[in-house]
């Protein structure tokens, strides 16, 4: 069961109250019914995210790979941990996550609070042991123990890693943007506020482009994504030579887990790995397009670097596989309507980054 909160007492990106102005285009906000918002936890949250004591070698914290100044990214194609290790994975956006259904590209967390619990334990990203190494680290600051115990009303002996996820989800839930040029444009009915140019590739974006079939929208708010998950053919390349034989193998019974497979091979099953499906290889979550001018380098791999280059990608049909979704096919754009669509993404950069750049 979740419950609804009013849009007004939450925060965004740097903790400033919101508007209602900035809040123009977004759906509701869920929030779990555990896990009630309150300003302390929400501060708690905050604190607990930019702390790089919470990693293997206290070089880590959760803004590391998600920066405010880079719309909670971190520009890199992969992200990068403890001890300069790289990832198979680009870290995505922790704006408007709220809304997201699962989370990570492969949708493996169910919730916020699941989600901010997996990269502490990753041993490329934070590198702790355990759960009881996080709980550990967080009882030895006073102010800590302090605010659990005024929070959760509880000891630093009952702490654990989840009370930890708890307030880092809630401030996560606080860190939303609506209110772009095309919020104004399409849903404040300010029509003088977008060019033509991204007014026509709204339009392309909607129609031709065939892109709102996954990032979705309606006429009353858009998250630019509809919460599923699809095989557009990045990555396939570094599957397509050990696909065969993985599904024979499969197939024969074997455990898809004792296959052996290059961590980069692996990563690129993409759901799979959580369903152990196999219509599922390949697939990946449709992420949100907010922001998408600000969060180069694209894809679950990093691999695309301007927005020019995803709009050519989509256009050739993607890169073949056999798993390929049947909606990701030639769109025979023209350039002008190329640009029309880049013009269009970037008109749905929030207007709370607009005035920062």
Excluded at 8 to 18: A, D, N, R, T
Excluded at 192 to 210: D, P, Y
Excluded at 268 to 276: P, Q, Y
């Amino acid at each position: 069961m979740k419950q609804r909160i009013i849009k007004s007492l939450l925060l965004v990106c740097f903790c400033c109250p919101v508007s209602a102005n900035e809040l123009l285009g977004l759906p509701d906000l869920p929030v779990p019914a555990d896990n009630p918002q309150t300003q302390a936890k929400i501060e708690l949250g905050r604190l607990l995210f930019n702390d790089a004591r919470l990693s293997g070698d206290g070089t880590i914290s959760c803004a590391s790979c998600h920066q405010p100044e880079k719309a909670f990214t971190d520009g890199l194609p992969v992200a990068e941990g403890i001890n300069g290790q790289k990832g198979t994975r680009n870290a995505p956006t922790v704006v408007n996550s709220v809304f997201y259904q699962t989370f990570f590209h492969d949708g493996r967390a169910a919730s916020l609070e699941e989600q901010a619990l997996g990269p502490f334990l990753n041993p490329i990203e934070h590198g702790l042991k355990d759960k009881k190494n996080l709980a550990e680290i967080v009882k030895q600051d006073k102010k800590y123990l302090e605010k659990f115990a005024e929070i959760f009303g509880i000891s630093k002996d009952q702490i654990t890693a989840e009370h930890i996820a708890k307030a880092i989800a809630s401030f996560e839930r606080t860190v939303i943007n609506g209110n772009s040029l095309f919020d104004q444009y399409f849903y404040g009915r300010k029509r003088e506020v977008l060019s033509e140019s991204a007014a026509r590739g709204s339009r392309i974006f909607r129609r031709k482009g065939n892109c709102s079939n996954c990032h979705e929208m309606n006429w009353k708010n858009a998250f630019f994504s509809d919460n599923n998950f699809y095989n557009i053919g990045v990555g396939s390349k570094k599957l397509n030579p050990v696909l065969d034989d993985f599904l024979r193998k499969i197939r024969s019974g074997v455990d898809p887990e004792k296959v052996n497979l290059t961590a980069q091979q692996r990563a690129e099953l993409g759901r799979f790995n959580v369903t152990k499906i196999i219509a599922d290889i390949g697939k990946f979550k449709t992420p949100s397009l907010r922001n998408v001018a600000l969060t180069a380098p694209f894809m679950h791999d990093g691999s695309i670097a301007s927005l020019e280059e995803v709009i050519d990608y989509y256009d050739k049909g993607g890169d073949d596989n056999q798993f390929k979704d049947s909606a990701i096919f030639p769109l025979k754009l023209t350039d002008q309507e190329k640009k029309d669509l880049v013009a269009f993404l970037r008109s749905l950069t929030s207007s709370s980054y607009l005035k920062k750049q």
